[in-house]
């Protein structure tokens, strides 16, 4: 059961790259999504380090209280 799903797996894999490989709107569609994560994780990230320097800065405060 495994090695068949491994297997589709990975003719779904090579069967999308291919199809990417082969059609520009394939291809644009898959540059727009990969640029939509990559500003969403950097967005999160910013959050994350705001937060975090946020945090570290009231901590900072109540130890020197």
Do not use: H, P, T
Request: net charge positive.
């Amino acid at each position: 059961m495994e090695k068949i799903f491994c297997l589709g797996l990975m003719f779904g894999a090579v069967g999308g790259a291919l199809l990417v490989a082969n059609s520009y709107k394939a291809r644009s569609l898959v540059k727009k999504s990969q640029a939509d994560v990559m500003q969403k994780v950097s967005d999160m990230m910013d959050e994350r380090l705001q937060q975090q320097s946020s945090d570290s800065q009231s901590a900072e405060k109540k130890s020197k209280k």
